[in-house]
């Protein structure tokens, strides 16, 4: 019985921080103009995810904050799948330089995300 209610409670966490990362990541990425071609609203949501998940990685938590905040705010704050569609429309639109670019903002700028976290945190 404890067992199905700690998979209960993970559940609930995981949810109620994915719902609040869904409305976030609607409203940060939705304020952000695109820059050119380049959709910097899926940029900043996650550099932001990434540099957050990062510091609370670094800091060591654990427990309930992992289940709220690293598996359901930031796992629906951050979008892997809609960088990788935003960067196969440009390739498919012949916009290659840009697409090209994007690709290199996201995984540059995130993996910087990381490494400032790790600098302040680890």
Do not use: D, W
């Not at 951050?78 to 639109?93: I, P, V």
């Amino acid at each position: 019985m404890a067992g199905s209610l700690a998979v209960s409670t993970q559940l609930l966490l995981v949810g109620t921080g994915g719902f609040a990362g869904a409305v976030l990541r609607f409203l940060v990425a939705g304020a952000i103009p695109r820059v050119r071609e380049i959709h910097t609203g899926t940029l900043t949501v996650n550099v932001i995810g990434s540099f957050v998940l990062a510091a609370l990685t670094f800091s060591s938590v654990s427990g309930s904050m992992t289940y709220l905040v690293s598996i359901g705010v930031l796992g629906s704050f951050t979008t892997f799948s809609t960088f990788a569609y935003e960067s196969f429309r440009l390739l498919e639109e012949g916009e290659k330089k840009y697409s090209l670019l994007n690709i290199v903002l996201n995984l540059g700028m995130c993996m910087a995300g990381v490494i400032a976290a790790q600098l302040i945190f680890g």
